[in-house]
């Protein structure tokens, strides 16, 4: 399962480095989506890949009465994949709440776990980060740190 973590942090990594080279910092991760263009459908692919890889890491790294905590993020990240359109009145409210209920749960599983401080120092570091740039992009900014923590956790579990 380590393995497939380290995938899974290596396509994190790929798929932001490309599109943040090619277009710049976005609103939000979900805006590489409107970013891409033609090209559009890697941001699902993306979500999609990324909810597949974590779901075993994420499931096995937990004590057993949190595993359902990683299993809602994991599978609220491929409906925000599935749901990319945030624009649209029809896509709008399933992105946002399975992008919602999955930073939550995460954050939920880091605590239970006893890792509270992942979290917590991430995005003390993210606030950091946001201050230096004058508050630039604040969503996009969360949301590395969301995945960062999440990774943290992770890794320190294994």
């Not at 057993?64 to 409906?79: D, G, H, P, R, T």
């Not at 749960?105 to 991430?122: C, D, K, N, R």
Request: proline share 3%.
């Amino acid at each position: 399962m380590v393995t497939l973590l380290i995938i899974s942090i290596i396509l994190f990594v790929s798929y932001i480095g490309y599109t943040v080279g090619m277009y710049g910092i976005p609103a939000s991760i979900s805006d590489t989506y409107y970013r891409l263009g033609k090209k559009g459908w890697l941001f699902t692919l993306f979500c999609l890949a990324e909810s597949s890889l974590l779901v075993a890491s994420f499931i096995e790294a937990s004590k057993e009465e949190y595993q359902f905590l990683a299993f809602i993020a994991s599978a609220s990240l491929a409906f925000v994949g599935s749901a990319p359109l945030f624009k649209e009145d029809y896509n709008r409210n399933i992105h946002y709440v399975s992008a919602g209920i999955c930073a939550l749960a995460s954050l939920v599983w880091q605590v239970l776990m006893s890792f509270w401080y992942a979290p917590l120092i991430t995005f003390l570091g993210g606030v950091i980060v946001l201050a230096c740039l004058k508050f630039k992009k604040p969503v996009f900014w969360m949301e590395m740190c969301a995945f960062i923590s999440t990774y943290i956790t992770l890794l320190l579990l294994y």
